[in-house]
């Protein structure tokens, strides 16, 4: 890893720190070269703290370290993107990162899709919501409306078309995504199993 710590005059690079499980960008910090091989040789992120002057280990005084998982270089090789996994909050504000935001894992648009679903439930409006109208019906419904699904998803495998197979696949993931409310849950809780089972 060739670091271009002399592009600005300080000797710093700036240290973008990434949960490698959320992808959540954390903080921003500096680091001059022997930041860089303290973390490399501790496992625990360190920085040149540019207010005190010297190195920082993050953590070392309030023990929300950041574990060390990778180090990534840019393309100017000027500026580092280091992937941790933090014990506890990041910000010294107490926060899970210095955006003031919650280090949640995220499935982008298949989250946004359970809070619109979440959403339709609260307002239960059955008149104009699907979603409220089937919840309405109970859990047995829910459960039956996934289980057809599932069977149209298998029949369309077996043909050609590759666009009924598609939406029958988003019909099946849509349903099931209410069907894990309808229980309590919700994906991350599924994916947490999946982890549990990668050994």
Known sequence: ?????????DGLVP???????????????????????????????????????RL?????????VLNL??????????????????KGPTCHKGSDTCWN?????????ISKLENTITSRIKNADTQKSYVASLFAKGIN??????????VEVV????????????EESADLLFHYLMLLQAKGFKLKDVVNVLKGRDK
């Open 101 to 109: 935001e919650a280090n949640e894992q995220s499935f982008g648009f």
């Open 1 to 9: 890893m060739n670091i271009d710590f002399n592009k600005n005059k």
């Open 141 to 150: 419904k829910v459960a039956q409306k996934v289980g057809e699904e599932a």
């Open 56 to 64: 920082w280990t993050k953590g070392e005084e309030s023990g929300n």
């Open 155 to 166: 029949i369309e495998a077996k043909d050609d078309n590759d666009d009924l197979f598609l």
């Open 69 to 86: 998982v990778d180090i990534k270089l840019d393309c100017d090789s000027d500026t580092l993107l280091i992937s941790v996994n933090p």
């Open 15 to 53: 240290a973008i720190i990434q949960d490698a499980l959320t992808k959540n960008v954390l903080m921003l910090g500096y680091m001059n070269a022997e930041a860089l091989e303290k973390t490399k040789a501790s496992g625990l992120v360190t920085f040149f703290s540019r207010t005190k002057n």
